[in-house]
Structures are given as structure tokens and as C-alpha cells.
């Protein structure tokens, strides 16, 4: 099968539904000027019809046409260029006269049904056309009236006609077939610039742009919607190259520390509670190293949305209890006052274990954050439909700079400045992407040194 491109194609297209209409002009217009001709001529016949009619007499006797001298006399002084044959019968069918040009011929007589009808036919093996009327005489047919006229000249401009249009049919439509295929070049410019834009951007070259056209039609939509596109991945692919430095640099120093700690103890004999020591501090880095693990497979896991989202009934006091009796230890260590106002139960419709992980890295961050004898709120707004969860503490806060970016995977907002606070920054990361995947609104309000607040969104629900 030939293959054309896509200029040939918009080309042949093109050709083809302009063919069908030049086809139908041409035949539309063939059969106007067919429709004329043979008007012209029918309308030459009646009126010679008209004017031969009007020099008849009829004798007393009715046997014979009186007076027909007078159109033989016209006849011969009349110049015609197509000549007009006519003929006269009796009512007997006999020939009474007929013109010069006739010589040695007769008109057909046809039936009485074609009377005063106009027929094509041949004299001496030329076309004419004629009409043979009947002359009646107080409502008796007394004879015949033939009139007749060559379609020689009128069939061979029909035919030239006919030629002309069927050379230049093909002709135009080669003609129109070079001017659609450079038109359709032009038009089509701007996908090739596509193209080549599109063939240099690798994984490795995401910079380049395609040149937006002037004009702001279908193809300025394609350009700017790729190049959309091509940000949005741009973006996805310098968010995996951080992600990936990020996590190996997090992985990389819980490992650090376990090898250099182990080390540590076998190049000596030690008393029992130093190696109790270092093996407990073994044992909490382990914990951190699984921790970071399980947060990490679990931003796998968006990616890849494999999640599998449940959507049942949430009972939130319970869990924000559960996740407050967890980090009890801490809540004690730091002699922290937490105030619940859960005056009545509140429930939402979700996924109960996400929502529990949601809960718990925000109430996780709000004790771990928080300065050594402070205060963490947790309380409900009930609105018409949804029903808001505000989880504030007085801690260290979050500069405005920093807000909008601790969503982001392993960013801690100036963690040098709180060496002592451990972390790798996936808790909140891990929050808003949770509660975009189960439409949860969550907003963060914050200010250094005077504290934060969490807002979380939830669809109200009630137990039937």
C-alpha cells in the first residue's frame, strides 16, 4: 500500500471533495445550457409554426391548402442559418408541399399521439427536430402542418461543450492538487516545528519549548498544551532526581551510624551496660531506619497508585485517642498539656487507617514540635456539611518562606537551627498527598516561635 504523508493526504482530500463539486458545477451546467439550447430551438419552431399557420385558406371543398405560395415566397427571401424544413399533407395524408431544401425528402408522418409534440429525429441521416401539427377547419382535421429544424449546429457545440469540459476537468484538478499540497505545507509548518522540538527533548534535555504560533487557533492550543506538558514533567522528573538524593542521603546516615557503633564495639571488650547502651541505641536507629522505610513505600505507593482506598465509617475520637495514648511517653517527657474538646462523637466516611495516618503525623509533628511545657489543642468546627479538625500546638512554628513547602518530601524548615528534633521530612508530605487522594481539605497556618495550626476538612457523616 502507498503510503502518503500528511501534505499529500490534506492534498488528496482536498482533490477529492473538490472533485465531486466541479463535477456537479460541471454537470449542472451542461444541462443549463442544453436546457437553453433546446429552448431556442423549440421556441424558433413555434414561431414558424405561428407564422405558417396564418397563410393558410382552406377551400369549400377542403381538399387542398390554398395560399401556399406566399411561404414559398418568404422562403426564398428569408436568410436563414439554420434552415427551416417545411412540409404540408391533406387530410388524406397526401404531400400538397414542402420547401426548396427538402428536395427529393419528406418528413415523417408519426401517430396522432405525437401530435404537437417535439421530436428528435433524422433526415437523410442528419439530426433535426420537428413538430407535425394538425390544421383543423370548424373542428375537422383538414391536413398537416410539419415544421422542422437541423440540430446539426446545436449538437456540435454540445459536444465541444461536452470536450471542453472534460479536458479541463482533469487539468484543474492537477492544477488544484499543487496548490492544496503547498498550501497544505504551509499550514501544516508549525507541526513540523513540533516535531523537531519535540525529537530534541530527552530525558536529559527537558528545557527546550515549542515556539508558541502567532495565531491562536487549533495548533497554538497543541503547542502550548504539550509545552504544559512538558513542564509538568520536567517538574516529575527534578521532584524524582531530589526524591532519590534525598531518600539515598536519609538511608545512608541511620546506616552510617549503626556501622560506625558496631564497629565501635568489637574493637574492644566492654562492660555489659556499655554494650547494653550502644545495642539500645542500635535498636532506636533500627526503628528510625523503619520508619523512614515505611514512609518512603508508602510514597511508592502514590506514585504507582496502588492504594487501595476503603470508604467506611470513621470514628476520629478514637483514633486521635489512640494516636494520643501512642505518644504518650513523649507527651510526658516534654510535660506537654494536650486539650481535647471532644464533647460528642464525630464521624467522617473515609478510609479508617489512612485517615489514621493523617491524624497521627500531624499530632506526631504538633509533640514533637512543640517547646518543653506546652500546649497542644485538638477540636471540632461543625459546618453545614463538613466538619473540621484543628490541631494546634505552641511550638516552634514555621516561617511564612517555609509554609508552602514543607509539603514537600525530606524538607525541614532550618532543621539545623533544632538539631535535637529527629526527622527526615516525609510526615507532611505524606499528609497532603494522603488527603488529596481521599478529598480532604488540609491547610497549615503557622508562625515562628509562636506556633502552628493544622486544619483538616472532612465530610460529615453520622452512624444509621
Known sequence: MVSFSY???????????????????????????????????????NQEIKKHVADIEIDMKKSYLLQVDRWRAREHSTVNVNPVFVQFLDCNNELIDKSPNLKGLELHLYAKSENNKYIDTYLNKKPIRQVQVPIYDKNEQVGYLFIAMSLEDSIVILQKLEDILLISFPLILIVL??????????????????????????????????????????????????????NRIESAVEREKQFTSDASHELRTPLAVLKGTLEILIRKPRKQAEYEEKIAFCVK????LNQLVDELLLLARFENQRLEIKNNPVYLNALILDVLAL???????????????????YYTKSDDYLVGIILGNVISNAIKYSNDGGEISIKFIEESEHLVCVISDSGIGISQDDVDKVVNPFYRAKSYNHPEIKGVGLGLSIVNRLCELLEIGFSIDSEERKGTTVYLEFFKDTLR
Open 7 to 45: 501534505k499529500n493526504r490534506i492534498a488528496f482530500n482536498y482533490i477529492l471533495s473538490t472533485a465531486l463539486l466541479i463535477s456537479i458545477v460541471f454537470f449542472v451546467l451542461f444541462q443549463i445550457i442544453l436546457h437553453n439550447v433546446n429552448n431556442h430551438i423549440n421556441y424558433n419552431i
Open 177 to 230: 492538487f499543487f496548490i492544496a499540497r503547498l498550501i497544505a505545507g504551509r499550514s501544516i509548518k508549525p507541526v513540523k516545528i513540533i516535531t523537531e522540538t519535540s525529537s530534541r527533548i530527552t530525558r536529559d534535555n527537558l528545557k527546550d519549548r515549542i515556539a508558541l504560533p502567532q495565531n491562536k487557533d487549533e495548533l497554538y492550543v497543541l503547542s502550548k498544551t504539550i509545552n504544559d506538558l512538558l
Open 285 to 288: 536507629e533500627v526503628d528510625r
Open 327 to 345: 505518644h504518650s511517653q513523649s507527651v510526658k517527657d516534654k510535660k506537654l498539656k494536650i486539650k481535647t474538646f471532644l464533647d460528642k462523637e
